[in-house]
T-cell receptor
Framework: QVQLQESGPGLVKPSQTLSLTCTVSGGSISSGDYYWNWIRQPAGKGLEWIGHISTSGSTNYIPSLKSRVTISADMSKNQFSLKLSSVTAADTAMYYCARQTGGNIVTFDYWGQGTRATVSS | QPVLTQPPSVSGAPGQRVTISCTGSRSNIGAGHDVHWYQQLPGTAPRLLIDDKNNRPSGVPDRFSGSKSGTSASLAITGLQAEDEADYHC???????????FGGGTKLTVL
C-alpha cells in the first residue's frame, strides 16, 4: 500500500519561499510509470494542480505558477519536494502530494493527508 | 475560476438517486480527455472514487457510476446513504492550457 506524507512549515512570510516535502512509503518514486504531484486547495475552494515530477526526473508545471515553482526529488530518501517562491496571501492553502498513474488511464490514485500552509507576516 | 464547472451543492434523501454534473469545453472533456471523480469526506484528503471507464478502487460501492457526453460528464449516486455526504470533484486534462484541471467541487448533503 503506497502512502504519502507531507511535511513543512505551516507559516510562511510574504515574499519568502514555501518549502514542502512529501515522503513516500510502500513504493519507489524512481520506478514504474508514475508521476509525483503537488496539488493545492484554498479553504472552501476547489483543487488546483501545481505540477509533477516523473520517475525519470522530468517536470511539468501549471503555467500560471511556472516562474515561481520548482519540484525536485531525492531518490535516496524516496521524497519529492515543492518550492514556491515569492509567496503572497493567495498561496495560502492546503497542499497535497499525490501519485499519478501513467498509461491509458491517468488518475491521481494515492494522496497524502495534506499540510496547511499559511502566508502571513 | 475552475476550468470545469460543477454545481456548488446538491442534496437528496436517503435511498434516492442524485447526479452531479461537470461541464467543460472542447479543449478538455469535449476533446475526448478522460474524466475522473474524487470524493473528499469532511476534513480529509480527496480519494479516487471512479475513473473514466467506471473502474472503482477497492471499497467503493457500485452505487457510484460515471458517464460522459460531449463537453460534459456526470456522476450518479444511487441508494444515497448518510456516509456519502462529502465534496465531489471532477478532473480532466485541458489540451489548450496543458494542465490537469479540476472542477470547483460539489458538496453533497444527505437530508
Amino acid at each position: 500500500q503506497v502512502q504519502l506524507q507531507e511535511s513543512g512549515p505551516g507559516l510562511v512570510k510574504p515574499s519568502q519561499t514555501l518549502s514542502l516535502t512529501c515522503t513516500v512509503s510502500g513504493g519507489s518514486i524512481s520506478s514504474g510509470d508514475y508521476y509525483w504531484n503537488w496539488i493545492r486547495q484554498p479553504a472552501g475552494k476547489g483543487l488546483e494542480w501545481i505540477g509533477h515530477i516523473s520517475t525519470s526526473g522530468s517536470t511539468n508545471y501549471i503555467p500560471s505558477l511556472k516562474s515561481r515553482v520548482t519540484i525536485s526529488a531525492d531518490m535516496s530518501k524516496n521524497q519529492f519536494s515543492l518550492k514556491l517562491s515569492s509567496v503572497t496571501a493567495a498561496d495560502t492553502a492546503m497542499y497535497y502530494c499525490a501519485r499519478q498513474t501513467g498509461g491509458n488511464i491517468v488518475t491521481f490514485d494515492y494522496w497524502g493527508q495534506g499540510t496547511r500552509a499559511t502566508v502571513s507576516s | 475560476q475552475p476550468v470545469l464547472t460543477q454545481p456548488p451543492s446538491v442534496s437528496g434523501a436517503p435511498g434516492q438517486r442524485v447526479t452531479i454534473s461537470c461541464t467543460g469545453s472542447r479543449s478538455n472533456i469535449g476533446a475526448g480527455h478522460d474524466v475522473h471523480w474524487y470524493q473528499q469526506l469532511p476534513g480529509t484528503a480527496p480519494r479516487l472514487l471512479i475513473d473514466d471507464k467506471n473502474n472503482r478502487p477497492s471499497g467503493v460501492p457500485d452505487r457510484f457510476s460515471g458517464s460522459k457526453s460531449g463537453t460534459s460528464a456526470s456522476l450518479a449516486i444511487t441508494g444515497l446513504q448518510a456516509e456519502d455526504e462529502a465534496d465531489y470533484h471532477c478532473q480532466s486534462y485541458d489540451r489548450s492550457l496543458s494542465v490537469w484541471v479540476f472542477g470547483g467541487g460539489t458538496k453533497l448533503t444527505v437530508l
